[in-house]
């Protein structure tokens, strides 16, 4: 079945640092979903991307879809105590049909910032 | 806005005990899904519906069941719990059935002893 890889495992950066995370898929993607969960928390959904090399930015965060639609990543800028939790990549189970919202998540990437 | 609403927030069970975890969504949103989430790991899907009364099989149903009976709830119900199934456990909702934004509930941390 598919599966989707994030790497690092782990993250620990001084504030002010830059981050990054990757994630990618055995199979072509529809789309594809980033998620932050805060410790002790649950998943807050932070975008979606759907074209093939799509980039968007949220202030400080940039999010890119591969051209293969099979990989992406999210960059920090200058990171703040504030981002600190795990980042997770998530897509569609299946590369066609209804996916039916199901979604699976890679195994994310855990951000700590030392300030 | 309530959002999805998960109870209880914590339990510990022994080894063969049953319960269920409440799941409850104020958006009217027809799609449910549970996952749960095991230390290090990504979340995995248990089980999902599409509708009042219509529930399928995740990547990880075993030991687990499902039902939903309307709009809003989506009970996971776990019969002979085991210590494998010690996890920490979310229920999410979507508006669609596009891949669209997934809103998750607090989760609930499940020991079983």
């Known amino acids: 079945g598919q599966q989707v890889m994030q790497i690092p495992q782990y993250q620990h950066v001084q504030e002010g640092e830059d981050f990054t995370t990757y994630c990618n898929s055995s199979t072509t993607l529809s789309n594809i979903q980033w998620y932050k969960q805060r410790p002790g928390g649950h998943p807050v959904f932070l975008i979606q991307l759907v074209k093939s090399g799509e980039v968007k930015k949220q202030k400080r965060l940039t999010f890119q879809f591969g051209e293969a639609k099979k990989n992406s990543s999210l960059h920090i800028t200058a990171t703040q105590t504030t981002d600190v939790g795990t980042y997770f990549c998530?897509?569609?189970?299946?590369?066609?049909?209804?996916?039916?919202?199901?979604?699976?998540f890679g195994q994310g990437t855990i951000l700590t910032v030392h300030p | 806005n309530a959002g999805v609403t998960q109870t209880p927030k914590f339990r510990i069970l022994k080894i063969g005990q049953s319960m269920t975890l409440q799941c409850a969504q104020d958006m009217n949103h027809n799609y449910m899904y549970w996952y749960r989430q095991d230390p290090g790991m990504g979340l995995k899907l248990i089980y999902y519906?599409?509708?009042?009364?219509?529930?399928d099989k995740g990547e990880v149903p075993n030991g687990y069941n499902v039902s939903r009976s309307t709009t809003e709830d989506f009970p996971l119900r776990l019969e002979l719990a085991a210590p494998s199934q010690t996890s920490v456990y979310f229920c999410a909702s979507s508006r669609t059935q596009h891949s669209t934004e997934a809103f998750f509930g607090q989760g609930t941390r499940l020991t079983v002893v």
């Open positions: 519906s599409v509708g009042a009364g219509i529930t």
């Open positions: 998530a897509g569609p189970p299946t590369a066609g049909g209804t996916s039916y919202g199901k979604l699976t």
